[in-house]
């Protein structure tokens, strides 16, 4: 008879302390979205508002911006981080409830760029209407 093949376990991924990293928040005027990096940018978390249970024009609210933060913070708790730079893409309303509510978790912040892009003369005007 032949062997049962052994069973196949899934690898746990080993979970590393963290004390340092780089928050990127990309605000829209759709949704919100919240990256959570070391320090050399390998993702740790990543949560939106749309991943927390919001749909539809609810996702570009403050609120669930603050509630796709708080997802991420929890999820971060195993990494143990400390401190953190925030880093801010985006138009959308709720940018700033993102940021307060990061200091809320009890993250402290030490630095806030803003790399939100700006264009500088844009792109060509379309043809003069002729009528």
Do not use: W
Not at 11 to 30: D, E, L, M, P
Not at 71 to 91: H, N, S, Y
Not at 98 to 125: E, F, L, M, Q, Y
Request: charged share 20%.
């Amino acid at each position: 008879m032949a062997k049962a093949a052994p069973k196949k376990t899934k690898k746990q991924k080993a979970r590393r302390k963290v004390k340092q990293g780089i928050i990127f928040v990309q605000s829209t005027y759709n949704n919100t979205l919240i990256s959570i990096c070391d320090q050399v940018g390998n993702l740790l978390v990543s949560s939106s508002a749309g991943r927390v249970g919001f749909s539809g024009a609810r996702k570009a609210t403050p609120f669930a911006a603050q509630q796709a933060v708080a997802d991420a913070t929890t999820r971060l708790q195993p990494f143990g981080m400390e401190e953190a730079q925030v880093v801010v893409k985006g138009i959308g309303s709720s940018r700033e409830s993102a940021v307060r509510s990061i200091g809320a978790a009890g993250i402290t912040i030490t630095a806030i760029k803003d790399v939100t892009p700006i264009p500088h003369n844009g792109v060509r005007p379309p043809k003069r209407r002729r009528v």
